[in-house]
């Protein structure tokens, strides 16, 4: 994990509480953590929950893998720091979505299981929900929207997540939902994820 | 600015829109970048704007020079690229926040010029709201609450703003709103903030 380079700072509290923050929207936060293989449906599930969620007023973000490569992230690559460090980043923009009262999503292949745990780590219990939609290399390479299994077959790709083997893709073991992306269609998956919110009660004041 | 490095990354449209998200909250998006001398009243005028416009129902977050600096940015100190990268960091997460429908205040000291001028090229026109809170740095030096600018004499502090001759600070030149702190006391500042948003008819619908 990244190291505390700056010493002479404190942490300020703020007059606008993070609870405040979730009695103005009416409901409680969450960070909905979806990891996968690159094609396994991460983001289009991510965006028809985080659809879904607005439709009932819902006060919610979506954290995209490429949406926040060409920002926030641009500067770092795909080499196994620069994931370290790309998910570090995300997950402490999560963090500050969460306490901001916002429900955020996130869609990033994320594939080392150190770096989500360092991120699960930054939350109390019970905010972080990580989400594995649990497709398979074979499903994925079958679907190849963007061409990029190909490619990376290919030589084209280097560090491509479970095709180069030194980029694999660790599996969650704890992950409080497997999505089944082999067998259902996205409407399908998103509207577990919902039922599964709402189970938790994380959709009421 | 930092270069892009990720290639194969397109922009992806969600599928909820910042109006979308605009609409749900009932009011617009800005970017309240607060810029000022260490000591200048930056954090407590932005604090308090926040819980004004929280206490009548607008939808805000306050990013925070050392809260900033305990979390995304802990990897950064205080030399002249780390200081560019800790800008531009936290200039592309308010843009999140203004796409989330958020009004987002940014508190930091944000010395350079360019960089100011970097992240207010992220935004449409009209989003970007550079407020200069202008305290003199006799001003700032007779109170400092945090006793830095005794230390930053003696020596103890490198890289300190306003007074190692390395570490200037650039008065904004064309800042949005110039908050008198040298005279006026935080109430009343956060007030001349809150009738310069309704003067812009931000905080309607």
Chains 1, 2 share one sequence.
């Not at 979730?22 to 991510?46: D, I, P, R, Y």
């Not at 969460?98 to 930054?122: C, E, K, N, Q, W």
């Amino acid at each position: 994990m990244a190291e505390q380079k700056a010493t002479n700072v404190t942490w300020h509290d703020h007059r606008v509480s993070s609870a405040d923050r979730q009695k103005l929207n009416g409901h409680k936060v969450a960070v909905l953590w979806f990891t996968g293989l690159s094609a396994s449906g991460k983001s289009t599930v991510a965006n028809t929950v985080d659809h879904k969620l607005h439709a009932i007023g819902k006060h919610t973000y979506i954290l995209d893998g490429d949406n926040i490569r060409m920002g926030l992230n641009k500067n770092l690559g795909f080499s196994a720091d620069d994931r370290t460090e790309n998910i570090r980043r995300i997950g402490e923009v999560a963090k500050l979505f969460a306490d901001a009262g916002v429900i955020a999503l996130t869609a990033f292949i994320s594939p080392y299981r150190a770096d989500r745990d360092a991120v699960r780590a930054l939350f109390p219990n019970g905010e972080f929900h990580e989400i594995y939609v649990n497709a398979s290399l074979e499903t994925c390479e079958k679907r190849d929207p963007k061409g990029l299994y190909k490619k990376a077959r290919a030589g084209e790709l280097k560090n491509f997540t479970g095709i180069d083997p030194n980029s694999p893709y660790e599996a969650p073991e704890k992950a409080e939902l497997v999505l089944d992306a082999n067998n259902k269609g996205i409407d399908e998956l998103a509207d577990d994820v919902i039922a599964y919110l709402k189970g938790k009660g994380l959709l009421d004041a």
